[in-house]
């Protein structure tokens, strides 16, 4: 079946480390976006890509960097300069040809101890 | 710009009887609109979608919307809820480019 997968489902990590979230996706979909979500607060989005090898900031990119090498990947790294980077992570993607519907990841769960 | 204010952060209802979620938007194109849902510590399942065909959009699990473009509102109605529809939601507004807003979430509860 086809979708998108996120790894790891929980991550812990000290502060001053980086970490990376992975997101994957078989849809063959063009556009890929990494978003934030803290309670009561909906979804921020961080990064999006619309293309391999270019990517764009989103509202609340500092702290954050990505890559996108291959089409199928977009990982996303949480680095020390993000002040509070304890959060839920959610990896989407969509097409050109559909009408704005993302499909989403089952998301990553970081705990900053 | 396009913004999308979901009118309730919480609602409660006792098993068997209607949903109502309410979702205002703005959009200066011609908008698709959607409904996902959200169980805890889960990604985001799309309800159901309006992209200017039938104003009356109909879902999974027996959701329902209807777009009204005179009062800019994009409802999500159910006729009787479960215990399972427990859960967040979240009313979502896209240029059908790759300009997607979300609202800030309906948390709904369901009473037995």
């Known amino acids: 079946d086809g979708g998108i997968t996120q790894s790891p489902k929980y991550l812990f990590r000290k502060e001053g480390q980086n970490v990376t979230l992975s997101c994957e996706q078989n849809l063959n979909h063009d556009a890929m976006y990494w978003y934030r979500q803290d309670p009561g607060q909906g979804l921020r989005l961080i990064y999006y890509?619309?293309?391999?090898?270019?990517?764009q900031k989103g509202d609340i990119a500092e702290g954050y960097s990505v890559s996108r090498e291959k089409k199928e990947s977009f990982p996303l790294t949480v680095t020390s300069a993000q002040k509070n980077p304890t959060a839920f992570y959610l990896c989407?993607?969509?097409?050109?040809?559909?009408?704005?519907?993302?499909?989403f990841g089952e998301g990553s769960r970081l705990t900053v101890l | 710009a396009q913004s999308v204010t979901q009118l309730d952060s919480h609602v409660s209802v006792s098993e068997g009887t209607p949903v109502l979620l309410r979702c205002n938007y703005s959009s200066s194109y011609s908008p698709s609109l959607f409904w996902y849902v959200q169980h805890p510590n889960k990604g985001l399942q799309l309800l159901l979608k309006?992209?200017?065909?039938?104003?009356l959009v109909k879902g999974i699990n027996g959701f329902e919307a209807e777009f009204k473009k005179s009062e800019t509102s994009f409802h999500l109605t159910k006729p009787s809820a479960h215990m399972s529809d427990a859960a967040e939601y979240f009313c979502v507004v896209s240029d059908r480019g790759f300009k997607t807003i979300f609202g800030a979430g309906t948390r709904l509860f369901v009473k037995a």
């Open positions: 890509s619309q293309i391999v090898n270019d990517f």
């Open positions: 989407a993607s969509n097409t050109f040809a559909n009408t704005g519907e993302l499909f």
């Open positions: 309006y992209t200017s065909a039938a104003t």
